[in-house]
């Protein structure tokens, strides 16, 4: 386990292997100091750290949350939406509907 952290240390200072994403725009020594909830911080770790072919684990964050209770007996705070990394296909709708409109006339 030592080796393991040495190494995720060893990339926090080099800038590597972290993608920051819209929804977690935040670069990996902001993630280390983040005051964020449990939750988020370990749904950002794996969007913008693992990156896994399935995305949707919402399990995740809800074991970040068990645990950071757990190990201080404090309850996490319920996490913000981060539906902002989503495509809202029903706004594009409606502004291919309307620029189509706009090519008839």
């Known amino acids: 386990m030592d080796n ?12 590597a292997q972290w993608i920051a994403t ?5 670069s990996f020594e ?4 983040s005051q964020d909830t449990p939750y988020n911080l ?13 995305q949707y684990q919402p399990n995740r964050g ?6 950071y209770e757990y190990l201080t007996g ?3 705070p319920m996490p913000l939406s981060r539906k902002k990394h989503k495509f ?3 706004l594009y709708a ?3 509907r309307k620029n189509s409109h706009n090519f008839k006339k």
């Open 62 to 67: 809800i074991q970040a949350n068990y645990w």
């Open 88 to 90: 809202k296909w029903v």
């Open 74 to 76: 404090i309850t996490p």
């Open 30 to 33: 902001e993630f280390t100091k």
């Open 42 to 54: 370990a749904m950002a770790f794996l969007y913008n750290y693992e990156r896994p072919k399935e």
């Open 94 to 96: 409606r502004k291919l």
């Open 4 to 15: 393991a952290i040495l190494r995720i240390l060893w990339e926090v200072q080099n800038n």
């Open 22 to 26: 819209a929804g977690y725009n935040y």
